[in-house]
């Protein structure tokens, strides 16, 4: 089957995509009966679409009020300093805080939007004074309290 110009996949590699992203834990063979190729034939192709990173990482999502950490809050930050070096150190920073679930670095008015996991508001007030205050290179931050979470991690149109 040919591979299409932009992605380099096929409609079998996207078909597959799109099974995966419900449910990567589908049989093989459940998914080769789905789009009509053998189950070597699929393994093959999910172990290429993981080797190419087309397929990051196959993870469990847990319900974050079902373990205690309840509050999803979004920040807004805006860095003080625009050098690469300071940048690259708040990415680090943030790439290592176990709170911060999802980091955008962004144009326009602000840096970075972080989506952070904390189990009260007391914990929230913890991570900014290590994240924002004592960490240096924040000119400002605002936070966004989540009141329901309506979708997460929704599969990419492919």
Not at 96 to 111: H, L, S
Not at 117 to 131: F, G, H, I, P, S
């Amino acid at each position: 089957m040919a591979r299409t110009l932009a992605t380099g996949l096929d409609a079998f590699d996207l078909k597959i995509l799109q099974l995966v992203q419900q449910n990567n834990q589908t049989p093989q063979r459940v998914i080769a009966e789905r789009i009509g190729l053998s189950p070597p034939a699929v393994a093959r192709r999910l172990q290429h679409l993981r080797d190419a990173r087309v397929i990051r990482s196959d993870i469990s999502v847990l319900d974050e009020a079902a373990i205690g950490r309840p509050l999803t809050i979004i920040v807004h930050v805006a860095a003080d300093n625009e050098r690469l070096d300071l940048l690259d150190g708040m990415k680090d920073r943030f790439n290592r805080c176990p709170q911060v679930q999802q980091c955008y670095y962004v144009t326009g008015e602000i840096d970075f939007v972080l989506i952070v996991n904390v189990r009260d508001m007391a914990e929230y007030n913890e991570l900014t004074r290590a994240l924002f205050f004592e960490g240096g290179n924040v000119r400002s931050f605002r936070t966004c309290v989540s009141m329901e979470n309506v979708k997460t991690y929704g599969p990419i149109p492919v």
